[in-house]
């Protein structure tokens, strides 16, 4: 373990079928006013909302509603969420749905109180807010699992004008101060919705994995968790219903991005920047945006990589060695990866997702690169990567 670093997850976590029960005593926490955030509709047809509203009322809570908050949301989205938490003075921020509701709520929560333009400074300048800015707390009821929104500071926001998705990971502070996790609530989730978080969760868990070359405990956890969503997802996959399987994909999310696993580790996030891009073009999942991507640049990766690619072939994938070198080791490794996305149904090709040739400067263009992992891409390695994706 060769890095430095500090850790501090101030997140308080309920989790099971029972976990909704906490939310009352957490209200008591915060003041009368509740920004109640949510996103297109599920959780009004799944009966979500009424169980918090009928909680919310009960604590005494005046409740300011911010409906629509859609998937991969918008920097237009954002700015009338601020306005709303201003006009309205809110004291807490709910978030009630899956990632981009979490992520959005914490975006809103560190923009309120920002005077400037807050989209230049904190997502295109990357800055966090200064010590002293007044951030608003969020709390989020999840209902999907995928990206681990729940337990970090990231909030992914889409320039929709500009087609560029941008991400941003602030400090702690924006941390939620509380998450409510109860897998039942995931059950509803589509199946295409489902199969893309999963491979959210494994890809998190591969963009802190495939990096440095020292024996670092982090990548014996992840390999414990890359193991847990591979066995869970078959099982998902085939039963959705399945209440361990859902329950198991549920926590490995949170694990696999709450920042734990990556202590230590320089990191990689150029499948997640790519796939970003793609996202912004397609509209696709943000999911199966990554899983579009990943062969070509795994691929590439596995060389300067290789002892890292063992590795995985061996630990999370069970490859038997015998008489192969380590090239095929490594190759075995990825072609497992490739057979579970296969098996699983995940795209393998940016083209499954809409993108065409056309396409591909532009997502080339918009895509945010920087040295990373075991690989220092430029403009033209993202456009051939695209180009073998297609
Ligand atoms: O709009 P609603 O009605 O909520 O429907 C959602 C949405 O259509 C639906 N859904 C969620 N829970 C449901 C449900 N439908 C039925 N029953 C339920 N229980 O599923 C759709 C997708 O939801 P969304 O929240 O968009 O998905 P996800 O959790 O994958 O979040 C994606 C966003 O998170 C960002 C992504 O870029 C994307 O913008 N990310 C955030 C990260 C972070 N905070 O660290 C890291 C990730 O890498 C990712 O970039
Ligand atoms: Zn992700």
Redesign the pocket.
């Known amino acids: 373990m060769q890095g430095n670093f500090s850790y501090h997850n101030p997140t308080k976590l309920y989790f099971g079928e029972e976990s909704l029960n906490y939310l009352k005593d957490e209200l008591k926490n915060y003041g009368a006013k509740v920004l109640l955030n ?6 009004k ?2 009966g ?1 909302y009424d169980q918090v509203t009928a909680i919310l009322k009960e604590a005494g809570k005046t409740v300011v509603e911010n409906p629509g ?5 918008t920097l237009e989205k954002l700015k009338e969420g601020v306005t709303i938490a201003r006009e309205n003075d809110v004291d807490l921020i709910l978030a009630l ?7 959005y709520s914490k975006a809103v929560a560190a923009s309120v109180f920002y005077e400037g333009d807050y989209w230049d400074q904190f997502w295109l300048k990357q800055q966090n807010p200064a010590q002293d800015q007044r951030l608003l707390p969020v709390g989020c009821i999840l ?7 729940e337990m ?1 500071a ?3 926001i ?1 320039d929709a004008e500009h087609t560029f ?1 941008v ?1 941003r ?1 602030f400090d702690d502070r924006l941390m939620p101060k509380f998450s409510i996790l109860n897998p039942r ?6 199946e295409n ?1 489902m199969k ?2 999963i491979y ?1 969760i494994m890809n ?1 868990i591969m963009e802190q994995y495939f990096s440095d070359f020292d024996d670092n405990t982090s990548d014996y956890i992840s390999e414990g968790l890359m193991r847990s969503i591979i066995h869970s997802s078959r099982i998902a996959v085939r039963n959705p219903q399945d209440y361990e399987a859902r329950s198991n994909i549920m926590w490995t999310a949170t694990w696999a ?1 709450n920042t734990l696993i990556g202590l230590g580790k320089q990191q990689d996030w150029m499948v ?1 920047m790519i796939g ?1 891009s793609v ?1 912004a073009w397609t509209h696709a ?3 199966y945006a990554l899983a579009s991507v990943s062969m070509a640049y795994y691929r590439r990766a596995m060389k300067p990589g290789l002892q890292k690619f063992v590795r995985f072939a061996k630990n999370v994938w069970n490859i038997q060695t015998d008489g192969l070198t380590d090239e095929q080791i490594a190759e075995a490794g990825l072609k497992a990866l490739r057979d579970w996305m296969l098996e699983i149904g995940l795209p393998l090709t940016i083209g499954e997702l809409g993108a065409t040739s056309q396409m591909i400067p532009g997502i080339t263009e918009t895509t945010v690169i920087y040295p990373a992992g075991y690989l220092n891409l430029t403009k033209e390695d993202v456009m051939e990567i695209l180009k073998e994706s297609l």
């Open positions: 949510y996103g297109s509709g599920s959780v047809r799944n979500i908050v859609m998937t991969n949301p749905g899956g990632g981009s509701v979490c992520d209902t999907m699992a995928g990206t681990g929104s970090n990231g909030t992914v889409t998705k991400g990971v609530f995931t059950m509803t989730v589509p919705q893309a978080g959210d998190h991005l997640h970003h996202g999942p943000h999911g």
